[in-house]
Each structure stands twice: as C-alpha cells, then as structure tokens.
C-alpha cells in the first residue's frame, strides 16, 4: 500500500482493500494461536486520540500497536489540553514534534481525520469521524465475512438499523460493494440518508425483503446519542417493528451470519437470542478488528521500516 493515511473506504481500491485483508487473515492466525509479539512495529511510536468514546475500537488498535512492538500513547480529549482549548490542528503539530508515527483519531465532526491528516507528517487513520466513515470497522466486519466465504464477491448483505447516522453502513456499504457484495438496507424512513441508494444501496421495503436469501444479517446500534429529532417513537416499538430477530432471520440463507458493530441495546436491534446464538459471530468481528488494524497499522509504516 502506498498511501499516507486511512481515512475512509470511498478512496481505497478493490485492490487495497484486499491487501489488508490478505494480511488480516494471517494476523488473525497468529492471535489464534495466541501469538502477541510480533516485530513489525518496532521503534514506532502510535497515538491514539479519541474525542469520543470507545471500548473496541480504542483498546484494539492499542493492542494491535503492541502487540507489534510499538510504543503507544492514549489520549482521551477529556483528560488532555483540549479542554483548555487547544485545536486539533496544534494537537497534531504537537504530537509530530514528539517523532509520532502514527496517529489514531476519533472525532465528532465529519472530515476531523482529513484535516490533521493534510496538517502532520504522522500517519492518521480515522477511528471513526461523526457520520461520515468508520474504515477499520469495515475492514474488520468484511475479513470476518471472507474467513468464512473465502471470497466477498456474489455474497448479499443485509443491514438494518440508523443508518442515518452510522459511519459502519457507511463505511461497509463502500467496501462491500468494491468487493463485489450487494448491500441491502432496510430502516424507518427517518433513519435512511438522503442518497444512500445513489451510493450502491438497496432500499427495502420490509425486513423481510431485506434479509430474503442473504448471506449476512447486520444490526446497527441506535445511536441514542445523535437523536435529536424523535426520528422513532421509542425503543420498544423501533424492537418490535425494525429490530432483527429470529423470526425475521429465518428468511436469510440457512447459517447466515448474524452480524453487530458493537456497542449493541440488547432486545433493540437484536434479540439476546440472536446476539449469543450460534449463527452470531459478534465476539468473532473483535477478534477480528485486533488482526485488521494490525495490518492498517504495518501497511502503513512498513517502507520506513524496510
Ligand atoms: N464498533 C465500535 O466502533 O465500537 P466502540 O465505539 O466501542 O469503539
């Protein structure tokens, strides 16, 4: 790969794609064998910064860091010089001064990780950006679905949930659709962007035209957080009439996958049922996102190296 930075799955190839999660798979090999020091990141320095919340996707590029040899560096904005009102641009400046290799950014605000990446020499990989991309999640969710398949290509999606505000459909939406997938969506009205079937998307009907013969079921977490409209009447009618449960998975293809980005409203977008199930490779996608941001991690910093 020969890029600077990931900030989202618009700009990269088929072909860049694939080379992550080619690499993806044999670092997931490794983690299941239990191997965590690899020499891949030696003498490199990751920061990651996160101006909103996080368990999987925080923890797991730090793990991902270390478990290649690299020094790592957390910073959470509530606990930094943010609060005292430094800029993003400043922060990133500071962060080059100190030989930082790579920056791993959160941010509330659409485009954040496109604008330190245009400011600092550092790497930046986008951890998630407001509405817009969530990339590594992505990568992650589509190298859980290639260890299954073997290949992407031919395979039907079906995602449900707020699209409207999510960077994971997103983000998915662009890769799975280079790759050769077909991304059905299915959500109340209020929850559907404006041109998302422009972008490749089809829009259903129903969740049982959405999931009819697919070979992977995805929730999407409400984001309680970014409602601000009473987009739906409340969490107990959104189960009821949007949420995926076992009746609803019963149109997809026998064993389909039963997918979540995680965090997930358990008896919301998915049934307990579903989410511990057999079919569930919920726990799997994090496994999953150690091995895939691994590669992001070494794909980005290998020519230093070499
Ligand atoms: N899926 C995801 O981005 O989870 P976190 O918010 O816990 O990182």
Redesign the pocket.
């Known amino acids: 790969m020969k890029r600077k930075d990931i900030l989202g799955l618009y700009e990269l190839s088929a072909e860049e794609i694939d080379e992550i999660l080619t690499l993806g798979l044999s670092m997931k090999k490794l983690l299941r064998q239990n191997i965590k020091k690899l020499p891949h990141l030696m003498g490199k320095s990751v920061t990651t910064l996160f101006y909103e919340?996080?368990?999987?996707?925080?923890c797991s590029f730090e793990l991902a860091a270390k478990y290649m040899g690299a020094h790592v560096v957390n910073i959470s904005a509530a606990s930094s010089s943010v609060q005292k009102g430094e800029t993003l641009v400043d922060t990133g400046k500071t962060l080059d001064a100190m030989k930082n290799d790579v920056i791993v950014i959160r941010h509330p605000m659409g485009g954040a990780p496109k604008l330190l990446a245009r400011t600092v020499k550092a790497h930046v990989v986008n951890a998630?950006d407001g509405m817009n991309e969530?990339p590594s999640?992505a990568l992650l969710d589509m190298l859980t679905m290639r260890e299954r398949w073997g290949s992407i290509a031919g395979k039907t999606v079906a995602i449900l949930g707020d699209i409207s505000h999510s960077r994971v459909a997103k983000s998915n939406l662009y890769g799975l659709t280079k790759l050769g997938a077909s991304v059905r969506m299915y959500a109340p009205r209020t929850l559907i962007p404006a041109g998302i079937d422009a972008m490749g998307a089809k829009l259903c009907a129903s969740r049982e035209e959405a999931v009819e013969g697919a070979d992977a079921v995805m929730g999407l977490r409400i984001q309680l957080e970014r409602q601000h409209a009473g987009n739906f009447p409340s969490l107990g009618e959104y189960a009821k009439y949007y949420g995926v449960n076992e009746e609803i998975v019963k149109y997809a293809k026998p064993g389909a996958l039963v997918m979540h980005?995680?965090?997930v409203n358990r008896g919301v977008e998915l049934t307990a049922g579903l989410i511990d199930g057999e079919t569930s490779v919920i726990e799997d996608q994090v496994l999953s996102g150690i091995a895939v941001r691994m590669a992001i991690l070494f794909l980005l910093t290998k020519e230093e190296i070499a």
């Not at 919340?53 to 925080?58: E, F, I, Q, V």
């Open positions: 919340n996080s368990t999987r996707t925080r998630g969530h999640q980005p995680g965090p």
